[in-house]
C-alpha cells in the first residue's frame, strides 16, 4: 500500500491511506458494523485485485442462500446478472425508467437496477427464476403465453413479477386499475392489451398464492 | 459509477455522527434518486450512510397531528389507513407519483430530497449551476418545457419533480429534522428554497441534519373535499407538467377555507395563498375559480417552451375546484 | 407456382413457441452469454457535436482498478475493411458508416471517443468516467429548419422532384387543401439494450453474439470489416429483444467489440447504455413536410403535391419514402413529389417501423381528414371515391387488394357510424370526444431464403434457417406452416434460428419474413413429401404425389392404405430425412405491384381545460393476405397500434441545437406509451390470401400496423376539437395553445 501516490486517481482523488483511515474511523462508530473486507489488506496488487473493499452480503435469492462479497456499488440487477447468472431479471434502462429488472425483495416488488446489493444483507429475493416450481408455470407464466403477452419478451419478466405483486397488493379489481398498477413496466413490442388480459384472468381466479 | 464506503448504523444518533464528520458522505434510503445521480456521475459521495436500518417508520396519529416516520415507503404511506382516511390527498398525491416498484422502495424523507429533472442538470457535459456552480443555466434559454413559471433566478429555473411535497405543502405539514444540534421542526413551505444565486442548494437542511418524519394535521373537512390533479405527457410514470393539490372546508356552495398548492412551477411545491384567501367565504362558482386561478398565476412568467404552463396552470386549478365541488 | 394448399383454409391458433423460454427467464438474449475470462467494454461518448478530438487523456482511467485497455482513435487496430468505400452514399460497408476510432474527427454529438475494457462492469463503467478529452469545436449543425432556411438539400437521383401527370393540377382544383406537417425525431428504443460480445478464436476466426435483425448481413459485415472469410464469423442471435429497425444493420460498436476483443485476447461483452441507445443506433429522422392536395366538389383529387425534408448524417445518405404513400395510395393523375434530406451534426438514421411511409401519411392521411371537411363528405366514402384499381404509379394489377373491405370490417368493428360528423359535436363526462380513421399501406415483398430441413426417426421435423426473431413470432409462423404442410403436430416440429451456421434466411425487416421463409419452409415440405413418396415407391407402385394425403403424421393413400411418416423410414431403414430448400422472388410478381394495408379507427377523448388526450377505443383493420398465425399476428398489429399512440401523443427526440446535444436520451424524459396509456386494441384481418406472392398467401403486417396511425389519431382530436394540429406529437400544451 505504500507503492501508492497521494493523488492516486482510483479512490476519487483521496490518496489511498486516507481512504482506508477514513474507513476505519468509520467502522468504530458503527452500532452495527460490517465486517470489510480489505483486499488491499492482504497486500494484493491494485491492478486487477479487489482494490475496494468490499461488503459481505448474506442473501436469499430463489429460496437458495448465498454468501458472497461485493463492492459497494454493485447493484443488485448486475450482481444478480453478472455474478450470479440469473440473466432473467432484465436490464433495459439501469435508471429507474422501465421496470425490466423488476424482482421482489421480501415480496415486494422493487427495481433490482436502482437496489444496491450490499443493501440487501439478509433480505429474501425473488427472480423470475424462482417462481415456477420445477416444469409447473406459475398461473400468470400460464395466461402471459396464452394471451400471448409479449413478443420479444425481454420485458416478460418484469412484467410477470410486476403481475405477481400487482395481484397481490390487491391492485387488479379492474382493467382500469390494472393499467395504472402495471405502467411501471414498459413494453416497447406493445403487449399491453393482452398483458391485460392475462392479469385480469389470473386475478380473477382467484388470484395466486 | 464512483466506488465508495459504506456503512449501516443502527441509531439516529450514529448517522449524524457519521455524516457529520464526513462532507462527502450522503445518507442513503431508498436510493431511488440517489442511485440513479451516481450511475450519471450527477453526485459523487464517497461515502454512503444507509440508514435504512433507523427506527424512522412509524405511521401514527396522536390527538390532530399524524406523524409520518421519514423511512416509511411512499407505498406504505398510501396505502396506510390512517392517510386515507385523514390525509387522502396526500394518499392521492403519492400514487400519481413515479411507479409501483419505485414507490416500494422511495420513501418520505428521500422523496423531500428528491432533485430536480431538468435535463441540463442530469447531463454533465452540460451547463448547469446546480450541478456545478458557475457552469450557467442551460435551460434558461435551452429547452425548458419542463421548467418553472414562478420564483425561478437566472441562476436556475429548475422544479422540484416531487409529487407528495405538493401535497404536503398544501397541508401545513411541519418536517422534523434531526442534527448534532439536536432536533428542530421547519414549516414545510420553508424546508424547500427558491434557486436564487444558490441553486445548488434545494432545501433548509443543514450539515448534519436527518429529516426524522413529518408531521400533518388533521382536518376532517378539509378531507371531505381533496383532489390531487396531476397533468403530464403520458397517463402514468411521468413527471408533472402541472399538477395541483386542493383541499376545501365547504358549507354548502361556500368555501370557508381553501388549501391549494401547484406543481410542477417552481423550484418548491407552490403555495397558492392569494388564491385561497380570494376563494375564502366565496361561493363554488366557475367564474370565482377562474379569478382564484388568474390570481394565483399573476406573477408566473414563461421562458419559451413552457409557456404553456402560464394557461395550463390556472386552467388546471379551475378544473380540480371544479371536481371537487361538482359545479 | 403450385399453391401448395388449399389457401381458403385458416390456419388454427397456437401459442408462441418459445413462449415458455420467456415466460421463465430461461430465454438467452445476447448479453447474457457467460465465456470463460470475458471481460467488459464500455463506450464514452464526445460532448461536442462538430469539430475534432485534439487531446484525450486516458491515463487516469488506464490506471484505475481492473482496467485492461483504453481504445481511441490514437491506438486502435486498424479494421481493415475501413480502408475502402469512401463515398458516403454507399454506407452499410465494413460495419457500418460511421469508421470507429479511426480518426480523430466528430460528426455528431455522443460519437464513441473511447472504449474502456475492464474485468468487471463496475470498473469499465468508472474508469469510462475518467476519460477527459479536448476538442476544437465547429459550430453544430442540428436544427432541420434552420437547415431548410440556410442549406442545400443533397443533390441525386433520389432527390428529385418527381412529376406524375399535370404538376401543378391542384392549384386549379375548386377544392384545396394545405398544410405543413412536424415529425419530430422518434427513437426505436427496443427494451434490450444493444449489445456484442465477441471472441476471436485464433487469428482469422471470430465469434460475435449480436443483437441483430440479421444473421446473415451481421456475419458479412464483421467479415468485411475484418477481412475475415464468412464462414470464419460465427454469428448467434438466438434471442433478440425486440428492434424495430434498429438491429437491421451492424453498428459501428460492434466493431468496437471485435476489435478490442482481438487487442485484448479476451472475449469481451459491450452493452449500450440506454441514452447511448439514442445516439448509436439510429433513430426516426425528424421530417418537415408539406401536402397540397386539390379535388373536385364530389371529392375526386385532381392534383397533390408533397415535399418532404429530413435529416440524415453528414457521412451517409440515409433514404426512405417518405412520399412512396403519396404516390401510390390513391388514383391520382396529377401530382408531384420531392423528397429533400439534409446532411447534419447527427448520427445516421435508420429504418424505424413503418419506415418513411408511417412519416409521410401523416401529412397525407390528415390531408385527407381535412379535404373530407372541406367537402362535407364522410373520410372513409372519399377515400373510396379515390380507390386505386391498379397501381397509379405503372398502371399494374395488385396481386391481391382488399382495402375497401378492410375499411368495411373496420369501420363495422368499430362502430363507425356512431360519429357525428360535425367537429367538436360529441362529449363525454365533460371530455370532448373525436373520431378519426386513417390507412396505411406498405410494399408486399417475397425474397431469398434457405432452410435445413431434417425429419427424424423419432417423428421430430427440425428446420433450421440463419434468421433472427425480434419479436414478430417467426418461429410460431414457420412452425405452424410447416405443422400444417406435413400433417404434424405443432410440438414435433422444431424451428431453429438465430445461428449463421444455419443456412442463409433473409434479414428481418419490411415486414417479409414470413413472406419469404415461409416459402421456403412450405417447400421444402413439399420436398419432404416427395421423398416420403419415394419411400413406399418400393412397396406399391406409382403413386402420385396428388393421391396421397399427409395429415396425423401418416400418408393415406387412394386405396384406404395407409403409413406413418416414422414407419416409411423405418420400413427404408433410413434413420432421418435430410434436405436443404432454398427460394427466392416470384418472377411471376413483375406483372403485378403488391402490398399490404390497413385502416386505423381511434376514439379520443380531450380535456377541454387540460389539453390532455386519452385513446380510448382502436380498432386496426388489416388486408396482410392469408393470416398464418393468428394469435401472433393479431398481437403484432396491436404492438403497431402501441407504437402509433407514442408516436401521435408522446414520443419526441429533443435535441439542444445550441450543442447538438441530447436533451432526452433516457426513459423518463422521451415518453413512450405505459399500460396505462393504452386501452384494449381490437383487431380485425380481411384474411384472403394474396394468390401470387407466395405459396401460402400471406402478405407483410408488421410495418402497416403502424402506418397511418398518427394521422387517425390527429384526425381524431381534429373532430374532437375542432383543432387541427399538424406537429407531433400531441401533447396537451399544443392542444391548449
Redesign the interface.
Known amino acids: 500500500m505504500n507503492s501508492h501516490t497521494e493523488n492516486?486517481?482510483?479512490?476519487?482523488g483521496?490518496s489511498r491511506r486516507s481512504?482506508l483511515k477514513?474507513?476505519t474511523?468509520?467502522?468504530a462508530?458503527?452500532?452495527?458494523?460490517?465486517v470489510l473486507v480489505r483486499a488491499a489488506e492482504k497486500k494484493l496488487d491494485?491492478?486487477?485485485?479487489e482494490?475496494?473493499?468490499k461488503?459481505p452480503l448474506k442473501i436469499e435469492v430463489n429460496g437458495k442462500p448465498f454468501s458472497l462479497s461485493v463492492?459497494?456499488?454493485?447493484?443488485l440487477l448486475?450482481l444478480l446478472?453478472?455474478q450470479l447468472?440469473?440473466?432473467?431479471?432484465?436490464?433495459?434502462?439501469?435508471?429507474?425508467?422501465?421496470?425490466?429488472c423488476?424482482v421482489h425483495v421480501d415480496g415486494?416488488?422493487?427495481?433490482s437496477c436502482?437496489?444496491?446489493a450490499?443493501?440487501q444483507d439478509g433480505k429474501k429475493i425473488t427472480?423470475?427464476?424462482g417462481?415456477?416450481s420445477g416444469d409447473d408455470?406459475h398461473p400468470l407464466?400460464e395466461a402471459?403465453?396464452?394471451h400471448?403477452g409479449?413478443?420479444?419478451?425481454?420485458?416478460?419478466?418484469g412484467q410477470?413479477m410486476?403481475a405477481v405483486?400487482?395481484i397481490k397488493?390487491g391492485?387488479a379489481g379492474s382493467?382500469a386499475e390494472?393499467?395504472?398498477?402495471?405502467?411501471?413496466?414498459?413494453?416497447?413490442?406493445?403487449?399491453?392489451?393482452?398483458?391485460?388480459d392475462a392479469i385480469r384472468e389470473v386475478a380473477q381466479k382467484g388470484g395466486v398464492k | 459509477m464512483i466506488n465508495f464506503d459504506y456503512s449501516k448504523p443502527a441509531t439516529v444518533g450514529a448517522a449524524i455522527t457519521a455524516l457529520s464528520k464526513d462532507t462527502k458522505a450522503k445518507f442513503i434510503a431508498g436510493g431511488t434518486n440517489l442511485v440513479d445521480l451516481m450511475k450519471r456521475g450527477v453526485t459523487t459521495p464517497e461515502k454512503l450512510i444507509d440508514i435504512t436500518g433507523l427506527p424512522l417508520k412509524g405511521i401514527e396519529q396522536s390527538g390532530t397531528v399524524v406523524r409520518i416516520g421519514a423511512l416509511a415507503l411512499n407505498s406504505e404511506v398510501a396505502e396506510n389507513d390512517i392517510v386515507k382516511k385523514q390525509l387522502p390527498l396526500l394518499s392521492q398525491a403519492l400514487k400519481a407519483g413515479a411507479s409501483a416498484q419505485i414507490r416500494n422502495m422511495a420513501t418520505v424523507g428521500g422523496n423531500m430530497l428528491q432533485r430536480t429533472r431538468c435535463g441540463y442538470f442530469y447531463d454533465t457535459a452540460m451547463p448547469c449551476n446546480k450541478r456545478e456552480p458557475g457552469t450557467g443555466c442551460g435551460a434558461l434559454q435551452g429547452y425548458n418545457r419542463m421548467h418553472a413559471i414562478l420564483g425561478a433566478s437566472d441562476s436556475c429555473i429548475a422544479v422540484h419533480p416531487s409529487d407528495m411535497c405538493v401535497a404536503l405543502a398544501a397541508l401545513d405539514a411541519t418536517v422534523v429534522v434531526q442534527g448534532p444540534g439536536g432536533t428542530r421542526k421547519l414549516p414545510f413551505l420553508d424546508f424547500h428554497r427558491l434557486p436564487g444565486n444558490t441553486p445548488e442548494k434545494d432545501n433548509n437542511l443543514q450539515r448534519g441534519e436527518l429529516i426524522t418524519g413529518v408531521e400533518v394535521p388533521v382536518n376532517p373537512s378539509l378531507a371531505q373535499h381533496s383532489l390531487y390533479t396531476k397533468i403530464r405527457d403520458r397517463a402514468s410514470y411521468a413527471f408533472a407538467l402541472v399538477s395541483v393539490a386542493a383541499a376545501l372546508d365547504m358549507k354548502g356552495k361556500t368555501i370557508r377555507q381553501a388549501r391549494l398548492a401547484m406543481g410542477g412551477v417552481a423550484h418548491k411545491p407552490w403555495r397558492l395563498t392569494i388564491a385561497e384567501n380570494f376563494l375564502q367565504g366565496k361561493e363554488a362558482t366557475v367564474a370565482n375559480f377562474q379569478q382564484a386561478a388568474s390570481l394565483a398565476l399573476k406573477e408566473a412568467k414563461g421562458y419559451g417552451y413552457n409557456n404553456f404552463k402560464l394557461t395550463l396552470g390556472p386552467n388546471t386549478l379551475v378544473q380540480t375546484l371544479k371536481t371537487l365541488t361538482g359545479v | 407456382m403450385d399453391n401448395f394448399f388449399d389457401l381458403n383454409i385458416p390456419f388454427a391458433e397456437i401459442d408462441r413457441v418459445d413462449g415458455k423460454a420467456k415466460v421463465t427467464g430461461k430465454a438467452d438474449y445476447v448479453a447474457e452469454h457467460d465465456l470463460p475470462n470475458l471481460t467488459y467494454g464500455v463506450l464514452v461518448g464526445s460532448t461536442i457535436a462538430n469539430g475534432t478530438v485534439t487531446a484525450i487523456d486516458t491515463k487516469s482511467a488506464e490506471r484505475a482498478p481492473g482496467v485492461l485497455a483504453v481504445i481511441t482513435h490514437l491506438n486502435a487496430p486498424k479494421v481493415p475493411g475501413y480502408e475502402e468505400g469512401e463515398n458516403p452514399a454507399k454506407g452499410r460497408t465494413g460495419g457500418g458508416g460511421l469508421k470507429i476510432f479511426n480518426d480523430n474527427r466528430i460528426r455528431f454529438n455522443g460519437q464513441p471517443i473511447a472504449l474502456v475494457v475492464a474485468d468487471t462492469f463496475e470498473r469499465a463503467t468508472y474508469a469510462a468516467s475518467l476519460i477527459k478529452a479536448q476538442y476544437n469545436k465547429e459550430a453544430p449543425h442540428t436544427s432541420l429548419a434552420d437547415a431548410i432556411k440556410n442549406d442545400k438539400p443533397i443533390e441525386g437521383d433520389n432527390y428529385k422532384e418527381a412529376v406524375r401527370g399535370e404538376k401543378d393540377a391542384w392549384k386549379t382544383a375548386p377544392v384545396k387543401v394545405e398544410g405543413t406537417y412536424i415529425m419530430p425525431i422518434q427513437v426505436h428504443n427496443p427494451m434490450e439494450l444493444h449489445a456484442t460480445i465477441a471472441r476471436w478464436d485464433g487469428d482469422d476466426k471470430v465469434t460475435v453474439w449480436e443483437k441483430t435483425q440479421g444473421v446473415v448481413s451481421t456475419q458479412q459485415s464483421i467479415a468485411n470489416a475484418f477481412k475475415l472469410e464468412q464462414k470464419n464469423v460465427q454469428v448467434y442471435a438466438p434471442y433478440v429483444g425486440g428492434g424495430f429497425g434498429s438491429a437491421l444493420r451492424t453498428w459501428p460498436h460492434a466493431i468496437a467489440a471485435v476489435m478490442a476483443a482481438k487487442k485484448l485476447g479476451r472475449p469481451v461483452k459491450l452493452v449500450l447504455t440506454r441514452p447511448q441507445m439514442f445516439m448509436l443506433v439510429g433513430y426516426r429522422p425528424e421530417a418537415i413536410q408539406h401536402i397540397s392536395i386539390g379535388a373536385t366538389p364530389d371529392g375526386k383529387i385532381v392534383g397533390m403535391r408533397h415535399d418532404a425534408y429530413a435529416v440524415t448524417s453528414n457521412y451517409e445518405n440515409f433514404n426512405e419514402g417518405l412520399v412512396a404513400q403519396t404516390k401510390q395510395l390513391y388514383a391520382c393523375a396529377n401530382l408531384a413529389t420531392k423528397y429533400n434530406i439534409y446532411p447534419m451534426n447527427l448520427s445516421t438514421p435508420t429504418w424505424m417501423r413503418g419506415p418513411g411511409e408511417a412519416t409521410g401519411s401523416f401529412p397525407l392521411e390528415c390531408a385527407l381528414d381535412e379535404l373530407s371537411y372541406a367537402l362535407n363528405l364522410d373520410p372513409i366514402e372519399l377515400r373510396k371515391r379515390n380507390y386505386a384499381e391498379t397501381d397509379p404509379e405503372n398502371g399494374k394489377p395488385y396481386s391481391s387488394k382488399f382495402l375497401r373491405e378492410a375499411y368495411d370490417l373496420g369501420a363495422e368493428k368499430f362502430g363507425w357510424k356512431g360519429r357525428k360528423p360535425q367537429p367538436r359535436s360529441m362529449e363525454e363526462d365533460g371530455w370532448l370526444v373525436g373520431y378519426g380513421m386513417s390507412s396505411g399501406m406498405f410494399g408486399a415483398f417475397r425474397g431469398e431464403g434457405r432452410v435445413r430441413l431434417k425429419f427424424s426417426g423419432d417423428g421430430m421435423l427440425t428446420i433450421q434457417s440463419a434468421v433472427s426473431d425480434s419479436g414478430p413470432g417467426t418461429a410460431t409462423a414457420m412452425t405452424r406452416i410447416a405443422s400444417d404442410a406435413m400433417g404434424l403436430p405443432v410440438n414435433k416440429v422444431n424451428f431453429e434460428l438465430g445461428n449463421s451456421a444455419f443456412p442463409p434466411g433473409p434479414t428481418q425487416g419490411g415486414s417479409s419474413t414470413t413472406s419469404t421463409l415461409g416459402t421456403t419452409v412450405s417447400m421444402a415440405c413439399d420436398s419432404l413429401k416427395k421423398k416420403l413418396v419415394e419411400l413406399l415407391k418400393t412397396q406399391e407402385s406409382e403413386i402420385a404425389l396428388a393421391d396421397v394425403q399427409f395429415a396425423q403424421g401418416e400418408m393415406r393413400l387412394k386405396n384406404g392404405k395407409s403409413i406413418s411418416y416414422t414407419d416409411a423410414l423405418k420400413a427404408a431403414n433410413l434413420p432421418s430425412i435430410e434436405l436443404t430448400e432454398s427460394s427466392g422472388r416470384n418472377p411471376e410478381m413483375q406483372k403485378y405491384s403488391a402490398y399490404s394495408y390497413s385502416v386505423h379507427f381511434v376514439r379520443v377523448k380531450v380535456h377541454p381545460l387540460t389539453g390532455v388526450v386519452r385513446i380510448d377505443k382502436v380498432v386496426s383493420a388489416g388486408d396482410a393476405g392469408r393470416i398464418i398465425s393468428e394469435k401472433t399476428a393479431a398481437s403484432q398489429m396491436k404492438g403497431g397500434a402501441v407504437g402509433g399512440i407514442g408516436g401521435a401523443l408522446m414520443e419526441e427526440g429533443v435535441i439542444d441545437h445550441r450543442y447538438g446535444r441530447w436533451v432526452n436520451n433516457n426513459f423518463a424524459d422521451y415518453h413512450v406509451p405505459v399500460h396505462a396509456d393504452v386501452p384494449d386494441v381490437e383487431v380485425v384481418f380481411v384474411n384472403k390470401p394474396d394468390p401470387v406472392l407466395n405459396p401460402n398467401g400471406s402478405k407483410g403486417m408488421g410495418e402497416i400496423a403502424l402506418i397511418g396511425f398518427a394521422a387517425a389519431v390527429a384526425n381524431a382530436v381534429y373532430h374532437a376539437t375542432g383543432k387541427r394540429i399538424r406537429e407531433l406529437p400531441i401533447t396537451p400544451d399544443k392542444v391548449l395553445l
Open positions: 492516486d486517481p482510483c479512490c476519487g483521496q481512504f477514513r474507513s474511523a468509520t467502522a462508530i458503527l452500532a452495527a458494523p460490517p491494485e491492478q486487477g485485485a482494490y475496494f473493499e461488503l463492492e459497494p456499488r454493485v447493484t448486475d446478472r453478472e447468472h440469473l440473466t432473467g431479471t432484465k436490464k433495459g434502462c439501469d435508471y429507474g425508467q422501465c421496470g425490466a423488476t415486494q416488488r422493487v427495481l436502482l437496489s444496491l450490499g443493501m427472480t423470475i427464476e417462481l415456477a408455470l407464466q402471459f403465453i396464452r400471448d409479449f413478443q420479444c419478451g425481454y420485458c416478460t419478466p410477470i410486476s405483486a400487482c397488493e391492485h382493467d390494472i393499467r395504472e398498477y402495471m405502467s411501471g413496466n414498459i413494453c416497447r413490442c406493445g403487449a399491453y392489451p393482452n398483458i391485460v
